[in-house]
């Protein structure tokens, strides 16, 4: 299967933003321009992600949804505060593809099912935010709550759950690497794409072109996630794609 390249729209008040472990934020621009010119790169997949929903305590913005999702074609998979089935649907008939949940799944892993038994596996995606714990039996520990919450689970296993429970996709992000362009947490990544039988978004850290060929080769991911790099247009998404292909990775030019 070929490797998929997904950039991804954190959002906050409107706007596109990216930050450093998920705080010092920098605006990167207009969610419906920076979709549209994604696109046109050569994205695969898009990710918009509303980063203030859960600690807000508030529902996506389904605005930002419909203005995005009707300037592409691509799938779109929109994050940030899903908290019940009607949550989940009401996104995706604002023309998101697919939904990510992450603390409300943690709260009520039967939201995971249900979702999945109304909508279609494919359309689950559960994203796992974890930060190294040698307490936990794999090293890595469950967080919530944009990161500021450890829940006192081991992440992996919550992995497995998830797929159980009939999640079509997980998206690890570890808090050690986001933002940093330091290179993906490739032994989370793994950790998780060995544990499930999954496609795996790797996600959090990209900085160089090798990092996203480490990221399938190490790593075990078959999506590849990152902001800002193309954000700040460090890499235009078909230098990613020629840089993967040259090293007998399959992508789709």
Request: charged share 25%.
């Amino acid at each position: 299967m070929p490797i998929k390249i997904m950039p991804c729209l954190d959002m906050k008040n409107g706007r596109v933003v990216k930050g450093v472990h998920f705080v010092d934020i920098r605006d990167a621009g207009d969610p419906v321009e920076n979709a549209a010119f994604y696109q046109q790169e050569g994205a695969d997949e898009l990710a918009m992600l509303d980063i203030a929903a859960t600690v807000e305590n508030r529902k996506t913005r389904l605005e930002w949804v419909k203005s995005v999702s009707s300037v592409i074609d691509i799938p779109l998979t929109v994050g940030g505060g899903i908290g019940s089935l009607r949550d989940v649907e009401e996104v995706l008939a604002a023309g998101a593809d697919k939904v990510s949940m992450n603390s409300a799944a943690v709260r009520n892993p039967d939201l995971v099912r249900q979702s999945a038994d109304a909508v279609g596996s494919d359309k689950v995606t559960v994203a796992i935010d974890a930060r190294r714990n040698s307490d936990m039996p794999s090293g890595f520990e469950l967080v919530v709550s944009g990161g500021t919450k450890p829940v006192g689970k081991d992440a992996v296993e919550w992995a497995k759950q998830c797929q159980n429970l009939g999640a079509g996709v997980i998206l690890p992000t570890s808090l050690d690497g986001d933002g940093t362009l330091n290179g993906y947490d490739l032994e989370f990544t793994r950790a998780i794409s060995d544990a499930v039988d999954l496609p795996v978004v790797a996600s959090g850290g990209a900085g160089t072109l090798d990092h996203f060929y480490q990221a399938v080769v190490e790593g075990g991911a078959e999506i590849l996630l990152a902001a800002s790099v193309f954000h700040f247009r460090t890499f235009s998404i078909r230098q990613v794609k020629e840089y993967l292909k040259s090293k007998g990775l399959q992508v789709n030019l």
